[in-house]
């Protein structure tokens, strides 16, 4: 199994528990709700996961400046 691919099921699972489809995290929609349940994400991985502010921008498709600020509310 790649890295990409468990990061995709780990998406896949963060998605299901928070009523939210692969499509929606991906978008470039602004919506409060779906920017809430991004920045959640963004923070999980950086701080339960590890992983760098550039992977997980690369990751979700986000600029870095995003997840700096997701990481930092």
Do not use: P, W
């Amino acid at each position: 199994m790649t890295e990409n691919q468990s990061l995709l099921d780990f998406f896949t699972e963060y998605c299901s528990k928070v009523d939210l489809t692969l499509e929606q995290l991906y978008s470039r929609s602004r919506k409060r709700e779906l920017v809430e349940k991004r920045m959640v994400l963004a923070y999980v991985l950086r701080k339960s996961v590890g992983m760098t502010l550039h992977n997980i921008a690369k990751a979700l498709e986000k600029n870095h400046a995003t997840i700096i600020h997701s990481v930092r509310n």
